[in-house]
C-alpha cells in the first residue's frame, strides 16, 4: 500500500502523452518558455552562421582545397552543434550513459546505429563531442529534412546524405557522395541507421510479417535492416575505414521526440552501447555482407529486450563529463558572433544585407540541386587531361 501511494506521488503533475505513457519531467508553463526560448536562439543562430560563414568555408576556401573547407567547416559549425550537447546534458539535465568499447578519437570509422526515435542522431552528438569529432559526424537522412528552412542549409553544409528510400534514386548520388569520403587526410564519421525510418509498433508489425515470409530473423525491438545502403558505404570506404562500430541506443522510460528535448521533459537518461568491430569481419560480398547486418540486428534486438527487462546495458564504462564552464563559454562565443552578425545585418552598411541576400540564394539553389564548388587546380587537371584523351 506504502509503495503504491509512493508511486502515485511520484505521478503526480507529470505530463501524460497520447502513447499513454508518463514524461520523466512535467510540461509546466516554465519549460514551454524556456524551450521555445530555446528554439528561437537555435534558430536566429543557425541563421547567422550559416548565411555569414558558409560562403567563406564552402565556397571561397573550397576552391582551393576541400580539407581545409572541411576543417574549418568542422571549427565553425561544430562549435554551433554543440550547443546541442549542451541543452541535452546540462540544462535538461538528462543522464548519458556509455557502455562497451571505448571509440578512439582520431579513427576514421562508419557507426551502425538502431533508430528508435527522430532524435537517436541527436544523442550521437555527445559522444562525437567528447571524441572531437563532432563537426566532422555526417549522416544518411531522409531527403525531406533537407527541405527544412535553415537547418536544410546547414545538413547540405555538412554533408549529409540525403535518401529518398528508393535504390534507384539513391544508388548514384550515394556513391558519388561516397566517392569524396575516401581521403584518409580528412576525418569522418559516417552514422547510418539500416533501418530507413524510426521504430514504431505499426512498423515492427510489417516487419515481423515480411521476415516471417521470406525466413528472416522475428525481431522485436528494431525493423529488419535495408543492406544496400550499408554495403554501398562499406564498398567505397573500406579502404580508408579504420573500424566500424555497432552502436545500440536505448532511452529509459519512454522514447523522446524533438519537442520533448526541446521542452526538458524526456528522456530522462539515454544509454549508448558501442561494440568494435574489426573491417575483416565483414565479408566483401554482397549477399554475405547482408548477412552479416541481419545478424548484427538480431545482435541488437537481444540487447534492448534485456534492456527493456533489466534497465541497463552489459559493461558500463566511465566517459568523460561534458565541461560546464567549455559549455558556456561555447554558448556565449555563439551568441557574441550571432549578436555582431544582427547588428552587421540590421543597423550597419547596406552591404551587409546585400551579402546576407546572396548568400541565402546561394544556400538554398546549392541544396536544392546539391551543388558543391570543386577546388581550382583540380578542375584545371580534369580539363587539361580531358584535352589530352581527346
Given at each position: ?7 502515485e ?40 552562421s ?25 571549427f ?148 529488419l ?69 541481419m ?14 527487462d ?18 558556456l ?12 552578425c ?45 584535352k589530352?584523351?581527346?
Amino acid at each position: 500500500m506504502t509503495s503504491q501511494k509512493s508511486e502515485e506521488q511520484m505521478n503526480v503533475g507529470r505530463h501524460l502523452h497520447s502513447d499513454g505513457r508518463l514524461s520523466h519531467r512535467p510540461l509546466t508553463l516554465a519549460r514551454i518558455l524556456r524551450g521555445l526560448l530555446c528554439l528561437i536562439v537555435f534558430l536566429s543562430t543557425a541563421f547567422m552562421s550559416t548565411v555569414y560563414c558558409a560562403p567563406v568555408t564552402t565556397v571561397m576556401l573550397r576552391f582551393f582545397s576541400i580539407h581545409y573547407s572541411r576543417k574549418a567547416t568542422c571549427f565553425l559549425f561544430g562549435t554551433w552543434l554543440a550547443l546541442w550537447p549542451f541543452l541535452f546534458e546540462k540544462i535538461n539535465k538528462t543522464e548519458v550513459v556509455f557502455y562497451g568499447e571505448t571509440v578512439p578519437e582520431r579513427e576514421r570509422v562508419v557507426l551502425v546505429a538502431n533508430h528508435r526515435t527522430e532524435v537517436d542522431w541527436m544523442y550521437l552528438w555527445d559522444l562525437a563531442l567528447r571524441k572531437g569529432r563532432l563537426g566532422y559526424i555526417k549522416y544518411m537522412l531522409k531527403g525531406s529534412l533537407m527541405k527544412l528552412p535553415i537547418f536544410g542549409w546547414a545538413f547540405h553544409i555538412l554533408e549529409f546524405i540525403s535518401v529518398e528510400r528508393r535504390w534507384e534514386v539513391d544508388e548514384p548520388h550515394m556513391c558519388q557522395m561516397l566517392s569524396t569520403f575516401m581521403d584518409p587526410q580528412d576525418p569522418l564519421w559516417l552514422a547510418v541507421f539500416p533501418e530507413g525510418t524510426d521504430f514504431t509498433d505499426e512498423k515492427c508489425v510489417r516487419s515481423k510479417k515480411f521476415a516471417a515470409e521470406n525466413g528472416l530473423p522475428i525481431l522485436h525491438y528494431v525493423l529488419l535492416p535495408k543492406t544496400k545502403g550499408f554495403y554501398a558505404c562499406m564498398e567505397s570506404l573500406r579502404s580508408s575505414l579504420d573500424a566500424v562500430y555497432d552502436v545500440t541506443i536505448g532511452y529509459k522510460h519512454r522514447c523522446p521526440h524533438f519537442m520533448d528535448n526541446v521542452f526538458g521533459v524526456d528522456p530522462s537518461e539515454v544509454h549508448i552501447h558501442i561494440r568494435r568491430i574489426l573491417l575483416n569481419a565483414i565479408p566483401t560480398s554482397e549477399i554475405e555482407s547482408a548477412a552479416w547486418l541481419m545478424e548484427t540486428f538480431r545482435l541488437k534486438d537481444k540487447l534492448l529486450s534485456d534492456f527493456a527487462d533489466q534497465g541497463y546495458f552489459p559493461h558500463r564504462r566511465a566517459e568523460g563529463e561534458l565541461s560546464m564552464l567549455k559549455g558556456l563559454l561555447n554558448f556565449s562565443a555563439v551568441i557574441a558572433f550571432t549578436s555582431i552578425c544582427t547588428f552587421l545585418t540590421f543597423f550597419s552598411s547596406v552591404w551587409f544585407k546585400i551579402y546576407v541576400a546572396l548568400s541565402c540564394v546561394y544556400l538554398t539553389s546549392a541544396t536544392y540541386f546539391n551543388i558543391r564548388p570543386s577546388p581550382v587546380l583540380t578542375s584545371v587537371k580534369a580539363l587539361f587531361c580531358g584535352k589530352k584523351s581527346s
